[in-house]
């Protein structure tokens, strides 16, 4: 090989050589060039968590009362109230024809535990079947003092029993004693000739002629609960 071949390749061997290190050279530079990464932005929280209290509910009152019943303001053809003249108990439903009602007592014996005690001036009655107290009733006795005290008895049950003296019905009629031809008794809220309820609202003062009156739900479970012949007491 000649010299002149020789000395060519070797100028192209330098050749590369300083091209490969110039292209090294710009490639170094040209990273160190670069800016530097910035941190990836994050997305911005859309809500936030934050504990708020529950309201709560404080339930008002209910409306007592504070005047006379309209129902008894409205009543002028009733008669004044007086301890004897009560309520007369016609029969509606009953297997004893109506000639015998006034005949009707309770059974010399009885020989169950339960008792119905009412209290005059807590206007509350009490029911009881031995020592447990069964059911406690918001109720409403006559009006001055016209519901006698005493110790008494269940004398008969009317579903609902018609008061000729003052036209009025009285479901769940329970008899408990005599004044005379009329007999006074336990019973729901009585109903007018048109429909209406009468004393409706106004249970816990004495708003009755007599009777012991009760909420016509709390009337029907004394009435289902109750037999002829369950002692009754009223006291004051």
Request: hydrophobic share 45%; charged share 10%; proline share 8%.
């Amino acid at each position: 090989m000649s010299q002149t071949v020789l000395r060519s390749i070797g100028f192209l061997l330098v050749v590369v050589v300083i091209l490969s290190g110039a292209a090294w050279w710009a490639v170094s530079n040209s990273q160190a060039l670069l800016p530097a990464p910035s941190a990836v932005p994050t997305r911005s929280q859309p809500f936030a968590i934050a504990e708020i209290s529950k309201p709560t509910y404080t339930p008002l009152p209910p409306p007592t009362a504070t005047s006379t019943p309209k129902a008894l303001q409205s009543a002028e053809a009733f008669p004044t109230n007086t301890a004897v003249s009560v309520a007369e108990a016609v029969i509606v439903e009953a297997s004893q024809p109506v000639e015998n009602i006034f005949s009707a007592q309770a059974p010399i014996n009885y020989s169950g535990s339960k008792y119905i005690l009412v209290d005059i001036s807590d206007q509350h009655m009490y029911v009881y079947d031995g020592e447990y107290l069964i059911y406690s009733f918001v109720a409403s006795t006559g009006m001055n003092n016209a519901t006698r005290t005493g110790s008494f008895s269940v004398l008969d049950k009317i579903p609902n029993a018609y008061g000729a003296t003052w036209n009025i019905w009285m479901p769940n009629w329970l008899g408990i004693y005599w004044a005379g031809s009329l007999e006074n008794g336990i019973h729901a809220l009585p109903i007018l000739p048109n429909g209406a309820t009468l004393w409706a609202g106004f249970l816990g003062t004495p708003i009755s002629y007599g009777c012991v009156v009760l909420d016509t739900f709390d009337s029907q479970l004394l009435y289902e609960w109750a037999e002829v012949g369950v002692p009754v007491e009223i006291q004051r």
